[in-house]
């Protein structure tokens, strides 16, 4: 996606070796045209993939997900990182750690939403250390769903988190890799 | 919207005389097809009011303010309820109070989103006691923006949460109206 990488390149900034800011067009102010390009991207790569549902984590995975769920017609579910009083104790859990607070915290999901008839898009802004994804993955698990494919915005490869959750037969597919943040520079593959 | 209607008298649930529970479509599981719905309904209801940007507030104002923003093809912005470490102090502050917990709450936009230029529609999920929205639009006012008109999914007219922030000349459209939730059962208007 060549618009988004141009972004990348002119918007974003780096924090510090592992994180970069991405506020202007993703986490906080959204491009929508951008936006609904993400989800036409993402529909090409797993619309023959039979998901019936897409998993992914507030709040900043819910614009990629919720495009591509528009696209594919399906419904999307966020998993929610404080539990709302109307939320109850029926819970699937993952356990995730964040890249920008380096906190751990719980993510869950209303069993009622997910079951082993489904077959599972997850969808997410970024994988970097892979924590927030695997927990998506064992929430999947836990229902018996079938995961069917992953897909991401931004992927940093440098910092290899897809070996937490790759498995045969399921696709990793990331729109824009980031081979290096190295002082302060963001390189793409 | 009937289908909005039809969803809300089948699968919303009454938790107390002023919360209801919509996380099998609005709130934690989207129904996708239904929030497209929604963005053609406010884009409809706004389509002419030269907005430049749209401000919500996370995490479940995320889904109809993208749908709209889509539609519109403007910027979507939306307020942070915790300071992200790549969010910076630079930023406006609103104070909102939460209908489900009853906890007072900031929410905070980047400054460098909103300026004394834009023309901002406020869209969010719920207006139910109307602080979430008077938060917003207190950051509005703090930009120097225009607010052009506010657009909710769901109005729970009986709390009359609107006195808290109408003001002549900016419309305010909800798609659905409920004006009781009296004894678990929920009457529309």
Redesign the interface.
Known sequence: MESLKRKILNEATV?SEK?I?V???L???????M??EIGDEFFELFKDMKAT?ILTA??SG??PA??T??K???????A?KTK????GNDVYKGIARSA??EQTLEIM??K??LTSKDRVLIIDDFISEGYATKAMCDIVDQAGATLVGIGTVIEKTFLNGRKRFERPGVPIFSLVRIKSMDKGRIELE
Do not use: C, W
């Open positions: 924090l994180i800011v506020n202007s067009f986490n906080h102010q959204i491009d929508s045209k936006m609904d549902k507030e709040a819910i614009p919720l495009a769920g528009m594919l017609s399906i419904p999307i579910i966020y929610r709302p009083l109307t939320m920008t607070t999901v209303k009622a939403y």
